[in-house]
């Protein structure tokens, strides 16, 4: 498993409390996703911490029933929201329950999220909901959608299914950042198994393309890290 530390609860008002967490699905080193969870975490100039899915050891949701003699056959984690996979999302999970806010960054792959993000979307599950509370444990929490992608369309449907689990655990969305990166493949003219034809709204072909060097995404993830820290200021005055 990956080494963390794990955060003091949020009764203890420990000002090394992260208040805002940020994921990132991509397996490549300092890459685009990475950056770009990072300024926004960044710019909220709250106590946060990043972690990289990669470096992670993380099962997806194997739906693991059990039979409970009051509940009949059920999910093993509607029961006390704890899931039973021994693994990383274990040394997560305390730090989901303490943060305010969540952003989580992926990329598009094929058409659908990458698989770490999904799959670590599909371990949400087990802070969904279980026979014994009324809401789900993330309820109230912000979250903040990120995809790096080649087309807009592709990264559209990236970050609408991260807000989609951001919905079913009842958080509240507050904003969609989508950032075209690098283009996938310089061979797309001469590759003889696809003979793919140039994506509208890409990138030129061998062009590298870096999403921090475009104003209106700055402006998107400094927009998004000032509605965070104007939304928890807002929440701390009324404790």
């Keep these: 498993m990956g080494e963390f530390t ?26 685009n996703t990475d950056r770009l969870v990072k300024l926004v975490l960044d710019s909220t100039g709250l106590k946060s911490e990043f972690i ?7 099962e997806p949701c194997n739906a693991c029933m059990v039979d409970d003699p009051k509940w009949g056959r059920i999910f093993a984690c509607q029961l006390d929201n704890q899931c039973i996979t021994q693994d990383d999302f274990q040394k997560i999970r305390p730090k989901l329950l303490e943060t305010d806010a969540l ?3 992926g990329y598009p792959s094929y058409g659908s999220v990458d698989a770490r993000t999904k ?24 979250g903040v959608s990120i995809a790096v992608c ?8 990236a970050t609408g299914q991260i807000e989609h689990m951001f919905r079913n655990l009842r958080m509240i969305p507050i904003a ?3 950032a075209q990166g690098s283009f996938p493949c310089r061979f797309r003219r001469e590759c003889r198994v696809r003979h793919l034809e140039p994506v509208p709204l890409s990138p030129p072909e061998g062009i590298i393309r870096d999403p921090l060097s475009d104003k209106e995404v700055i402006k998107e993830a400094q927009t998004a890290a000032r509605i ?12």
Excluded: W, Y
């Excluded at 990289?52 to 993380?58: G, V």
């Excluded at 939304?231 to 009324?238: G, P």
């Design 52 to 58: 990289k899915l990669s470096d992670c050891q993380i």
């Design 176 to 178: 969609k950042i989508v």
């Design 119 to 142: 799959t670590f979307l599909e371990r949400l599950f087990a802070l969904d909901h279980c026979a014994f509370q009324e809401k789900p444990l993330m309820t109230g929490k912000l």
């Design 103 to 105: 952003v989580i960054g």
């Design 6 to 31: 794990v955060s003091p609860k949020r009764g203890n008002k420990n000002l090394d409390l992260v208040e805002i967490l940020g994921i990132s699905g991509s397996p490549v080193k300092n890459s």
């Design 228 to 239: 965070i820290r104007e939304t928890l200021e807002i929440r701390r005055k009324k404790e």
């Design 150 to 157: 080649n087309t807009m369309e592709d990264g559209k449907t």
